[in-house]
């Protein structure tokens, strides 16, 4: 029910933890995204959807980034095609790390 | 045909000895009660010696996640090394890879924010060999 708060009311949490990755974990692990969820939660509670869609527009979108990684793995890889078709042209050659030449450090 | 004295085959003077015909079940071994009695002790006998073994090798157990937790800073330390030199070398490599691409900032941040995010398997080894790729994410090599 929306306005009865019944599990505060009851002090207990059913569903709580799992509505959102940022409520309570098992063994306090914490979620990749945790901030960026906590942060988007925290900006649009209690504002309605089409506010919130309004004026959290940052904090959804670096959420949703930080889930899905649209934006990095779209960058990532046009660097490597990038890289490639100058390999191909013969104007860069990799260096030793990343041809499989040096031994891994940590 | 009278008593002639001829070989034949008879029963020894005095007859045969008596023949035995009636059963011979003799009741021997454990009764059934001793025989559970035994199956139960030997039982209980494996449990306690499984249940202090166990308890032992929980104590092992024990002791290498505590020599583990008491490395942590170290694999931290080292892990977060890696991760920043990975992500220097894969900077300076962008940098020179797209000098000619028009309109492409070097190390251009894809997140609103300034905080510090982890960067992903995926970007670390963005540059490098795939199969460096795959040993680090499934911790195996053997399916391509």
């Not at chain 1, 509505?19 to 940022?22: E, F, G, I, N, R």
């Not at chain 2, 251009?108 to 300034?114: L, W």
């Given at each position: 029910m929306p306005f009865v708060d019944l599990q505060g009311r009851l002090g207990i949490n059913i569903d709580k933890w799992i509505?959102?990755?940022?409520s309570e974990q098992p063994y306090k692990r914490a979620a990749r995204c945790h901030a960026f969820e906590k942060e988007w939660i925290e900006c649009s509670h209690g504002i309605g959807k089409i506010r919130a869609k309004n004026e959290c527009k940052l904090e959804f979108e670096d959420f949703y980034e930080c889930m899905h990684r649209e934006k990095t793995n779209k960058r990532q890889y046009e660097i490597r095609t990038q890289r490639d078709k100058l390999v191909k042209e013969g104007s860069y050659t990799p260096p030793p790390q990343h041809s499989g030449k040096d031994e891994m450090r940590p | 045909m009278a008593s002639a004295k001829v070989k034949q085959d008879m029963p020894p003077p005095g007859g045969y000895g008596p023949v035995q015909y009636k059963r011979n079940l003799p009741t021997r071994g454990p009764s059934g009660y001793a025989m559970f009695g035994i199956g139960i002790g030997v039982m209980v006998f494996g449990y306690w010696r499984i249940v202090k073994w166990n308890r032992e090798r929980r104590r092992l157990l024990i002791e290498d996640l505590e020599a583990r937790i008491a490395l942590l800073p170290l694999l931290q330390a080292e892990s977060d090394r890696r991760t920043l030199r990975l992500m220097r070398e894969n900077l300076e490599e962008e940098a020179v890879i797209m000098k000619d691409v028009p309109g492409w900032k070097v190390?251009?941040?894809?997140?609103?924010?300034?905080r510090w995010v982890a960067p992903t398997l995926d970007e670390l080894y963005n540059l490098r060999l795939r199969e460096e790729l795959i040993q680090k994410k499934f911790d195996f090599l053997k399916y391509m």
């Open positions: 509505l959102a990755h940022s | 190390g251009e941040n894809m997140f609103h924010t300034e």
